[in-house]
């Protein structure tokens, strides 16, 4: 199974480019939701997805845009990088509604903005 | 919001001792906690997950406690391996809101031959 599929894994931006984060999961889950981590501050909740059609905003959500088209693909779009998104990113899943059942993480996205 | 702490923020042993890393939160109303292994460069894989009902979880040579009155759960590592040397991190789910785990900042085991 591939579970959860984060592309790309290395990416290198300057200030003010946009660009997307690929999520993609294959087990069917309704939840999904994007994390950044950071060196001291652990993980927080960006932006999270309880079903197709369905986004919602985490804790820190500002400068990042979500939609959910389909039960699988959960992109995340920085519309203007800035250096203080430099960041490693990841994306998580769970078979139930909101993570109260096991969370499945992909490998994530290490992003830097110059 | 749940301040979630965990304590030591590193630990080395060498291997085959038994060991117990702390994870604490400041408020108890939560669905469930959950413990995480994350290797260097990856991402995380669920361990454990203790629901609020629930005193105790067990995973092979691991043992996950929780007590939410005292704001405490504990990960129990039996006849620890080189191969368990990771960084470890507990998450709460806040009752309050379920749609987000406030995460521990993590214990950076190594486990020596």
């Known amino acids: 199974n591939a579970g959860v599929t984060q592309t790309p894994k290395f990416q290198v931006l300057k200030t003010g480019q946009s660009m997307t984060l690929q999520c993609a999961q294959d087990?069917?889950?309704?939840?999904m939701s994007w994390y950044r981590q950071d060196p001291g501050m652990g993980l927080r909740l960006i932006h999270y997805?309880?079903?197709?059609?369905?986004?919602d905003q985490g804790e820190v959500p500002n400068g990042y845009n979500v939609s959910r088209s389909t039960t699988e693909d959960f992109p995340l779009r920085l519309l203007s990088a800035a250096p203080s998104q430099t960041s490693v990113y990841f994306c998580a899943s769970s078979y139930t509604p909101g993570p109260t059942g096991e969370l499945f993480f992909g490998e994530g996205s290490r992003l830097t903005v110059l | 919001k749940q301040e979630v702490t965990q304590i030591p923020a590193a630990l080395s042993v060498p291997e085959g001792e038994n060991l117990v890393l702390n994870c604490s939160f400041t408020d108890s109303a939560i669905y469930n906690l959950q413990w995480f292994r994350q290797d260097p460069g990856k991402g995380l894989t669920s361990l454990l997950l203790i629901q609020s009902s629930q005193r105790e979880q067990t995973s092979g040579r691991l043992n996950a406690s929780l007590d939410k009155s005292s704001g405490r759960s504990t990960l129990y590592i039996a006849a620890s391996q080189p191969g368990d040397s990771a960084t470890y991190l507990c998450?709460?789910?806040?009752?309050?809101?379920?749609?987000?785990?406030?995460f521990g900042k993590g214990t950076s085991l190594l486990v020596t031959p």
């Open positions: 087990m069917n889950h309704e939840y």
């Open positions: 997805s309880v079903g197709a059609g369905i986004t």
């Open positions: 998450a709460a789910v806040p009752l309050e809101s379920g749609y987000a785990l406030n």
